[in-house]
């Protein structure tokens, strides 16, 4: 069986990186994933003085706009690194939300994949011929925290 999530109010919306779900990053508090992964596209560029105001937003809604806003100047390097500033954040939210790790647990060994019908890198896309990146994400964040309950247990 496969679990598709996409909206917050739907089953399995706390996957969504849009959950309101707070994460700390080097000493700072981020609302949700949303914040702290599209902030990070301007780490060390002329737009850093986005990362701050990204983190006040209201919104993951809001945070997701700016991160997409093409006058703001990109990190070089963006597409070598999103994935793993994912793979940190992800982990973070659900190494820190234990009612969270529970769900993502309690998912077996079933696909988990990001309905999303626009985002053919995160999600699998309107067509599911996407990539799923995000859903590969939780797997390996649920793999991750199986072998640390058993370095625990």
């Not at 909206?7 to 508090?29: Q, R, T």
């Not at 963006?78 to 940190?88: L, Q």
């Not at 995160?122 to 995000?134: H, I, V």
């Amino acid at each position: 069986m496969t679990i598709y999530f996409y909206k917050l109010g739907d089953p399995y919306g706390c996957f969504s990186n849009f959950s309101p779900h707070w994460i700390e990053v080097a000493g700072l508090d981020w609302p949700t994933v949303e914040h702290f992964y599209q902030a990070q596209k301007f780490v060390g560029t002329e737009s850093a003085d986005a990362i701050a105001q990204i983190r006040a937003l209201a919104t993951p809604s809001e945070a997701a706009k700016m991160g997409r806003d093409p006058s703001l100047h990109l990190r070089s390097d963006w597409e070598t690194v999103k994935r793993s500033i994912m793979d940190e954040a992800v982990w973070i939210k659900f190494s820190t939300h234990p009612e969270l790790a529970n769900i993502l647990l309690h998912t077996g060994n079933e696909e988990l994949v990001e309905d999303s019908p626009i985002d053919y890198y995160w999600g699998c896309g309107a067509d599911r011929t996407g990539k799923n990146e995000l859903g590969k994400v939780l797997m390996e964040t649920r793999d991750r925290l199986r072998s640390s309950m058993r370095l625990i247990g």
